[in-house]
């Protein structure tokens, strides 16, 4: 591709709220515009990067049997009412209406249209697994578009659904997808992690995140630094500690905490470590009034919590809520003498020597308690947010914290669909069951980003050699002197012919420009005709390491197939 002609329209200054690091690159290399907040128009460089990634997703999705379809990205509301999402999508579903008056959306994400064309279109067991993908614009309303393609409101998913008549096939071809995204991430080049996430309200089920580490990542990922261990912070296990020695039974005391409304105050108010008291949490359990404790210095984490307690929602007790069951204010409550409140207790309360807590009296807390004399726990649960330098809950090294970009999520989803829209296949007996079903997306586009996130330098992106838009940037640094013009002319047919993809900057520029936009948009290879053009020689510098050499135009061919191959 001659640059001359090329539609990559660079940007000096990028608009103040592209904040993101791959953001500012793709608008200063002319790889993308903004059309609308959060969407926007692929360039062709970012196009060709993003056919790339395409290639390496299919590749690794059809090795394991998935089929490519395509479906429409116009929903009819009906389909979208039967499975209840027209209602909890909320204002992310974008809703639009036809002449006939009739409502739409615009796909979001495409289960329901997926399970109705499977309900419809498979009738036995026999033809399971199923397993069928797309790769298609979505849209979704999101309510704070940002970071560029990292967070739009138009986006390019690859979405993939399959079917199964057991749990053991959908286990199955779940972790063959599991395995095929981290091929394909490996693939493309980003450090990443598979994480533990929150199935929702649907839990129980089993999901992953992969999450590509980033500094300007939306989440935060918690890992082992010595095993495989990785969970997003809302599910990151804490490992239950061993059991203190606690001999205090026959001692309690109750003593003045006035004013004590958190830990902190009773700490302070009997000077001690608010570690060593209990933080008492009354909550509304779906409709249940429940007392949490945990250690003072703990925080609850609520999406752990209502995995642990099997419950769907959980909200903090009112101020009078809490009056009314304890006689106390939120400030002073434990759970000492507590007969007919359900009590979980977070298992880090193993460890404490010295236990204190609220008195059930407004402006008192006891001390010197004794678990299991002085109260008693309906369970101990995995309960709070864990901390960085906790131990890994596999036993194995510590836990780090790292932000992450999630580029990909696999998904059991079981018969969520298959029930609310009705999709039944015809077992072994002849009889009507539910699909078993799993999805699995990957954000194409926001792996763009993600990838010119963790690939680049001050001077602009550093493309890994699988999605780079073109492999190598050739460059006549003086299009008026005839030797070198002629050279990069030839050298250009030459590289084409030999299926090198060139971007052939013959622009007439000066050099400085040239060399500032290649390493802008940062191909892997450099390659300059300049002031030797007249002995036949040329000067290579790789972009990634700055390796420089001159080469013999002649071997410049064989040694870019040789560094393309490595
Ligand atoms: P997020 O939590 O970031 O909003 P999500 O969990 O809602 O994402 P999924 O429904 O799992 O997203 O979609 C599959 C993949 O699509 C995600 O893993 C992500 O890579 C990508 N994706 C989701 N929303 C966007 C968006 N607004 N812009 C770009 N990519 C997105
Ligand atoms: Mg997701």
């Not at 929903?75 to 039967?82: D, G, I, M, V, Y």
């Amino acid at each position: 591709m001659r640059q001359s002609t090329f539609l990559a329209p660079t940007m000096r200054d990028v608009p103040a709220d592209a904040d993101a690091i791959s953001h500012q690159l793709m608008l200063r290399a002319g790889m993308m515009r903004q059309i609308a907040s959060g969407v926007y128009a692929y360039m062709p460089l970012a196009k060709r990067a993003m056919a790339k990634i395409e290639t390496i997703i299919r590749e690794e999705l059809d090795k394991i049997g998935a089929q490519e379809l395509l479906l429409p990205s116009l929903h009819p509301a009906e389909l979208w009412q039967e499975s209840g999402r027209w209602e909890s999508m909320g204002d992310e579903l974008i809703r639009l209406k036809d002449r006939h008056n009739r409502d739409f959306a615009l796909g979001p994400t495409h289960e329901e249209v997926i399970t109705m064309l499977i309900k419809d279109g498979i009738a036995s067991y026999k033809k399971l697994p199923l397993n069928v993908y797309q790769i298609q614009t979505k849209f979704r309303d999101e309510r704070r578009p940002r970071f560029g393609l990292l967070r739009g409101r138009e986006f390019i998913m690859k979405d993939a659904y399959s079917f199964h008549d057991s749990a053991e096939s959908l286990d199955e071809m779940y972790w063959a997808m599991h395995a095929a995204y981290s091929r394909i991430f490996t693939r493309v080049g980003l450090t990443f992690r598979p994480v533990i996430a929150d199935s929702g309200s649907m839990g129980g089920k089993d999901t992953h995140e992969f999450m590509a580490l980033a500094s300007v990542g939306e989440d935060t990922i918690v890992y082992s630094d010595e095993s495989e261990y990785a969970a997003n912070l809302e599910m990151a296990a804490s490992a239950a500690p061993p059991s203190a020695e606690v001999q205090v039974y026959g001692r309690l005391e109750k003593k003045e905490t006035p004013n004590a409304k958190t830990v902190d105050d009773a700490a302070a108010a009997l000077g001690l470590d608010a570690d060593d008291i209990f933080k008492a949490l009354v909550v509304m359990l779906d409709d249940e009034l429940t007392l949490l404790i945990l250690r003072g210095n703990d925080e609850l984490n609520e999406v752990k919590a209502l995995h642990e307690l099997g419950a769907k929602e959980m909200r903090m007790a009112t101020e009078q809520e809490v009056v009314d069951a304890f006689g106390a204010s939120p400030g002073s409550i434990g759970p000492v003498g507590v007969g007919n409140v359900p009590i979980y207790a977070d298992h880090r309360i193993h460890s404490m020597k010295t236990i204190a807590c609220g008195a059930n009296e407004t402006g008192y807390h006891y001390v010197h308690v004794g678990p299991g004399h002085d109260y008693t726990v309906t369970a101990y649960k995995d309960l709070r947010t864990v901390r960085e330098g906790d131990p890994s809950p596999d036993g194995k090294g510590t836990l780090r914290f790292a932000e992450g970009i999630e580029i990909g999520q696999v998904f059991k989803l079981g018969t969520r669909y298959s029930e609310s829209l009705d999709a039944k296949y015809l077992d072994s007996n002849g009889k009507a069951q539910p699909f078993l079903m799993g999805c699995y997306g990957i954000g194409v586009s926001r792996t763009i980003a993600a990838v010119i996130e963790q690939h680049h330098d001050e001077f602009g992106v550093v493309w890994p050699k699988a999605v780079a838009p073109f492999h190598v940037h050739l460059l006549a640094l003086n299009v008026k002197n005839e030797e070198q013009k002629q050279l990069a002319e030839s050298l250009y047919q030459e590289l084409r012919e030999a299926s090198i993809e060139v971007l052939y900057d013959d622009r007439p520029e000066r050099a400085g420009v040239k060399f500032k936009d290649s390493d802008l948009m940062g191909l892997p290879v450099r390659v300059s005709v300049g002031k030797r053009a007249g002995e036949g020689f040329v000067e290579v510098k790789v972009r990634k390491t700055g390796e420089q050499l001159e080469l013999p135009a002649g071997e410049l061919a064989s040694w870019l197939h040789q560094f393309l191959s490595e």
